[in-house]
């Protein structure tokens, strides 16, 4: 899983009704296993969908970018792991500062291992893709992915741009999460800082996500067996 050479596929389900996502799911069949669930969706029909997801075995990325002081985060994240276990992955954001990745970490922890459950991967947002590329947009990304990883979390959110100097600086078994991920010929939409599914692999992202280019596309079910062919080619 932490070898970007394994990386997987993500799917945003950023749609508007538990209908279309429903379908969207059963039209990709078993060529995706992971879905992520963001506040649209998690607020039209959270918990409809995640319980659907995992009737289909699939896994659920849960998206909801807890930020909140540390005991509001720990409460709310114990909250997800007894509602919807087994989750696969969640995030907060780490804006929220070191004190409140901490707890969010440890509060993850005890609850799963007191319900017996698999403790959800936690990895930090640091800054959102929409943000256009600068100097002091990378120095961001890095000083945050460093604070996530000593806080503890399994790794963060970041853009293709940042994803090498984050694989450099913080190791193999850290996680990298990048959005903005597009086809090779696919529009941008309002991301600024994207990438193809090649260029995310070879820059060391163990998970890509991607959305519109899937969701809004004419067949879901080739616009996925198309980013997979490109993640294919990242991989050799």
């Known amino acids: 899983m932490k070898n970007s050479k394994t990386a997987q596929l993500i799917v945003a389900l950023d749609l508007e009704t538990f209908q279309e996502a429903r379908k969207l799911i059963d039209d990709v069949g078993d060529s995706v296993e992971i879905f992520k669930v963001g506040s649209q969706m998690f607020i039209s029909s959270g918990t409809e969908l995640i319980r659907y997801l995992q009737s289909k075995n699939k896994k659920v990325f849960l998206d909801l970018k807890f930020h909140d002081i540390p005991n509001t985060v720990a409460l709310a994240i114990k909250s997800a792991i007894s509602t919807f276990s087994p989750l696969f992955m969640l995030t907060v954001h780490t804006s929220g500062g070191k004190e409140m990745l901490e707890i969010a970490v440890l509060a993850a922890g005890a609850h799963a291992k007191a319900l017996g459950v698999a403790r959800p991967l936690i990895v930090g947002v640091t800054v959102l893709t929409s ?15 460093r604070l996530a990883k000593r806080a503890g979390l399994d790794g963060v959110v970041a853009s293709v741009e940042e994803a090498a100097r984050i694989r450099q600086e913080l190791g193999p078994e850290f996680l990298i999460v990048t959005p903005g991920i597009r086809a090779t010929d696919a529009s941008l939409n309002d991301q600024k800082r994207v990438a193809t599914p090649q260029a995310a692999i070879l820059q060391g992202s163990n998970f890509l996500v991607v959305g519109r280019p899937i969701t809004q596309a004419p067949s879901p079910r080739m616009a996925v067996q198309r980013i997979l062919e490109e993640m294919n080619k990242g991989r050799q």
């Open 131 to 145: 943000t256009a590329k600068d100097a002091d947009v990378e120095s961001l990304v890095l000083e945050r992915a």
